[in-house]
């Protein structure tokens, strides 16, 4: 049962849960109740403080303060890939259709006077390389098959010296100068193939490695001279509403096209200069070691001929007599 306590002027109505009221009282009795309680109207009920809400149990909704705008998460994964997607295919529009102008005879190309034609030197330098490895290999695949013969050819000049007596000096000094030049020529052969290894360290990875980014500075270059056109010919046009917001939004993807191609360009300057300081050391150690090789080869070759005709010389002036030939006795 409802309370009803007057207080002054202001009339003040205790809530009744549900737990206090059974449901047969509630349903049997309900003009009887109605007339011991005086339910509150709307021109008594005093204003209760928010504080005074809340701890009965109140649901109230949250103010937002005026001035602040909540935003969702509007990111679409879908048009985010298709946004990219044709910004793409914009920029490789824009490079198919500069690249054939250029290649045509039609378009105009942004030339840097220091870069260019140290590429090209670079580029010319790099096929002599190549060539010049290239033989170098071969050199040393026949002299490899060289040292084998003449290692086959000493062993067959020891074995006749021993089934053959009367030649035994002779065969004898011919197997030891081929063995000793089969030996001198396999030293060489390790020498051409360590300087043909490091010619292609040099030329396939060094110089390999600048080439690439050469060519990633061409692509940047048609890129960068593409933008620059749309923006001429946009500039050329007439200003109006439409033209001013395309000739912006140019003005901006130029600029950062720009940028893209000055670093990249002062990248691959600075690269350069760094490989031709060290191309030129790495050449230099390796011409004089391979010329070293070639000439302790010769040398030592000559020395142990001239040694070898010598000792074989004393040993005939010692010999007394020689067997007569087949003419002499007739």
Same mark, same amino acid.
């Not at 809400?53 to 937002?64: A, M, N, R, V």
């Not at 220091?114 to 040393?140: C, F, G, I």
């Not at 901006?252 to 300057?269: A, G, M, P, V």
């Not at 070898?308 to 087949?326: C, K, Y």
């Given at each position: 049962?409802?309370?009803?306590?007057?207080?002054?002027?202001?009339?003040?109505?205790?809530?009744?849960?549900? $737990?206090?009221?059974?449901?047969? @009282?509630?349903?049997?009795?309900?003009? =009887?109740?109605?007339?011991?309680?005086?339910?509150?109207?709307?021109?008594?009920?005093? &204003?209760?403080?928010?504080?005074?809400?809340?701890?009965?149990?109140?649901?109230?909704?949250? @103010?937002?303060?005026?001035?602040?705008?909540?935003?969702?998460?509007?990111?679409?994964?879908?048009?985010?890939?298709? +946004? +990219?997607?044709?910004?793409?295919?914009?920029?490789? *529009?824009? *490079?198919?259709?500069?690249?054939?102008?250029?290649?045509?005879?039609?378009?105009?190309?942004?030339? !840097?006077?220091? %870069? $260019?034609?140290?590429? @090209?030197?670079?580029?010319?330098?790099?096929?002599?390389?190549?060539?010049?490895?290239?033989?170098?290999?071969?050199?040393?695949?026949?002299?490899?098959? %060289?040292?084998?013969?003449?290692?086959?050819?000493?062993?067959?000049?020891?074995?006749?010296?021993?089934?053959?007596?009367?030649? =035994?000096?002779?065969?004898?000094?011919?197997? &030891?100068?081929? +063995?000793?030049?089969?030996?001198?020529?396999?030293?060489?052969?390790?020498?051409?193939?360590?300087?043909?290894?490091?010619?292609?360290?040099?030329?396939?990875?060094?110089?390999? !490695?600048?080439?690439?980014?050469?060519?990633?500075?061409?692509?940047?270059?048609?890129?960068?001279?593409?933008?620059?056109? !749309?923006?001429?010919?946009?500039?050329?046009?007439? +200003?109006?509403?439409?033209?001013?917001?395309?000739?912006?939004?140019?003005?901006? &993807?130029?600029?950062?096209?720009?940028?893209? *191609? $000055?670093?990249?360009?002062?990248?691959?300057?600075?690269?350069?200069?760094?490989?031709?300081?060290?191309?030129?050391?790495?050449?230099?150690?390796?011409?004089?070691?391979?010329?070293?090789?070639?000439?302790? =080869?010769?040398?030592?070759?000559?020395?142990?001929?001239?040694?070898?005709?010598?000792?074989?010389?004393? =040993?005939?002036?010692?010999?007394?007599?020689?067997?007569?030939?087949?003419?002499?006795?007739?």
């Amino acid at each position: 049962m409802a309370v009803v306590e007057q207080r002054g002027s202001v009339t003040v109505a205790s809530a009744v849960t549900e $737990e206090e009221i059974p449901p047969k @009282e509630a349903n049997g009795n309900g003009s =009887h109740a109605s007339n011991d309680v005086t339910a509150p109207t709307a021109e008594t009920t005093p &204003d209760v403080p928010e504080e005074q809400k809340q701890s009965k149990g109140f649901s109230l909704t949250p @103010e937002i303060p005026q001035g602040v705008v909540i935003q969702g998460n509007n990111s679409n994964p879908a048009s985010e890939k298709f +946004r +990219r997607v044709r910004n793409w295919s914009i920029t490789k *529009y824009k *490079y198919t259709r500069q690249a054939l102008s250029e290649k045509l005879g039609r378009g105009s190309r942004t030339v !840097d006077l220091d %870069l $260019e034609p140290r590429l @090209e030197l670079l580029k010319d330098d790099r096929q002599r390389y190549e060539n010049m490895t290239s033989l170098a290999q071969t050199l040393a695949s026949q002299l490899s098959q %060289l040292t084998v013969t003449q290692k086959n050819l000493g062993d067959a000049f020891t074995e006749l010296s021993v089934k053959t007596p009367t030649l =035994h000096l002779e065969f004898g000094i011919n197997a &030891d100068a081929q +063995r000793f030049l089969s030996k001198s020529g396999e030293t060489l052969t390790e020498a051409i193939n360590a300087f043909t290894s490091d010619m292609n360290t040099l030329v396939n990875k060094t110089i390999e !490695d600048t080439m690439i980014n050469a060519k990633q500075y061409e692509t940047v270059r048609i890129e960068y001279d593409a933008f620059r056109v !749309d923006l001429e010919e946009l500039n050329m046009g007439p +200003r109006d509403a439409v033209t001013v917001p395309k000739l912006e939004q140019a003005q901006k &993807d130029f600029q950062t096209q720009r940028e893209k *191609y $000055e670093k990249l360009r002062d990248d691959l300057s600075v690269k350069v200069k760094l490989l031709e300081g060290n191309k030129v050391k790495v050449l230099r150690n390796q011409l004089w070691m391979l010329h070293g090789a070639f000439a302790a =080869h010769s040398l030592s070759c000559q020395n142990f001929l001239e040694k070898n005709i010598q000792e074989a010389g004393e =040993h005939l002036n010692n010999v007394s007599t020689d067997v007569p030939s087949f003419l002499e006795e007739s």
